[in-house]
């Protein structure tokens, strides 16, 4: 196995030795701050000694400097060589041993993966999820769910990293969504850390990857073939931003998505984190949530949020389809003028 972790851990440095640039200087500093508690076991509220972090990052850009030309290697399990991008046949090879891999795209269309021991491995509605806890390797880009075809992974350790940041930054005074959400699993600002906090903390963590789930099953559903091509075209980050952006909020209010699951379920601490987490392109683009989400603070009428919610995916269906004749066009320069127009009537 460790000739595997190393063949990963190669693969993930190769991609980050080439994209490490596409972050912003603070979001580059998260993303080492993340990654150097992953790969030592750390939890995410564990004290980081900075000496201890400066030195590793020196070693990790002294490695990546003669990596960025590296070609991804192969992974050799058990004598038979697997693509990297071969999530079922590498997941059938480890699932035995207790491993899950992942292996796919992220922002920037940075190759990204990762191995961890498997939670669960479950079929849902014709896909394959995998639940991963503790992970043994990574690279620099981490969501806490991702789809590849057929399958779905939900990373609990780096939700419960996104989760703590946001405990540790919230503030009544910054809105209600968040501190509504934590109240609801009985945590509150500036709680004490303890064994009891920790407990409920983990079950936000659990409960919370299903709303991922939903999300990931109804993206499923609505996608369209040419969106990844789409994304090749954007030009810039703030544009790709701006798509992914448009695709997420198609499938959050979809019939089949988690702002209607929410509602059916009447869950109150999935509602406000859906709302809190809410941020970039996707907040501008979906007010309507924002303003349901403040009135069903004052009367707990959740058909206002279902009526938000049904708004909100007419409207994003509608912009979906405006890029996609734009991208038909075949003119690029047409298309990305298009979405420039789009951003600028949103900002």
């Known amino acids: ?18 994209y490490w640039g596409y972050f912003s200087i603070c979001g580059l500093l998260m993303r080492y701050r993340d990654l150097f508690r992953s790969e ?12 201890e972090i400066a030195a590793w990052i020196g070693r990790k850009e002294s490695r990546w400097a003669g990596l960025e030309d590296r070609s991804l290697r192969n992974l050799t399990i058990k004598g038979t060589a697997y693509s990297p991008f071969d999530i079922d046949g590498i997941n059938q090879s480890l699932h035995a041993d207790g491993y899950v891999y992942g292996a796919g795209y992220g922002m920037y269309l940075k190759p990204t993966f990762f191995l961890g021991r498997a ?9 394959t999820v995998h639940t991963a806890e503790r992970e043994l390797v990574r690279d620099l880009f981490t969501a806490p769910a991702m789809l590849r075809e057929c399958s779905i992974f939900l990373r609990l350790e780096p939700l419960k990293a996104l989760l703590w940041d946001k405990f540790t930054e919230f503030r009544p005074d910054r809105g209600p ?8 699993y009985g945590i509150t600002p500036g709680q ?45 980050r703030n544009t790709e931003h701006f ?34 987490l809410m ?15 403040g009135r069903f603070l004052e009367d707990g009428a959740w058909e206002i949020v279902e009526n938000a919610r049904q708004q909100g995916n007419t409207r994003f269906m509608a912009l979906r389809q405006r890029i996609l004749e734009l991208f038909a066009s075949g003119d690029q320069r047409f298309f990305r003028r298009g979405i420039a127009d789009m951003m600028q009537n949103i900002a």
Request: net charge negative; aromatic share 8%.
């Open 1 to 18: 196995m460790d000739a595997v972790l190393e063949d990963i851990k190669f693969n993930c440095d190769v991609s980050d030795a080439r």
């Open 192 to 236: 004490p850390f303890s064994g009891d906090f920790a407990r409920r903390f983990e079950q936000m963590v659990l409960n919370y990857s299903g709303v991922l789930l939903r999300h990931e099953l109804a993206e499923s559903k609505e996608a369209v073939p040419q969106w990844k091509e789409l994304l090749t075209q954007a030009g810039d």
């Open 177 to 184: 969504a968040l501190t509504d959400a934590f109240g609801a």
């Open 279 to 293: 941020d970039g392109y996707r907040r501008l683009l979906f007010p309507e949530v924002r303003k349901a989400y």
């Open 119 to 127: 939670r669960s491995v479950a079929a849902i509605e014709g896909h």
């Open 40 to 51: 030592r076991g750390l939890e995410p509220w564990s004290s980081i000694v900075r000496e």
């Open 243 to 276: 798509l992914r952006a448009v695709k997420d909020l198609v499938a959050d209010t979809s019939d089949t998505g988690p702002f209607r699951s929410i509602v059916e379920k009447r869950d109150r601490g999935a509602l406000g984190l859906s709302v809190g």
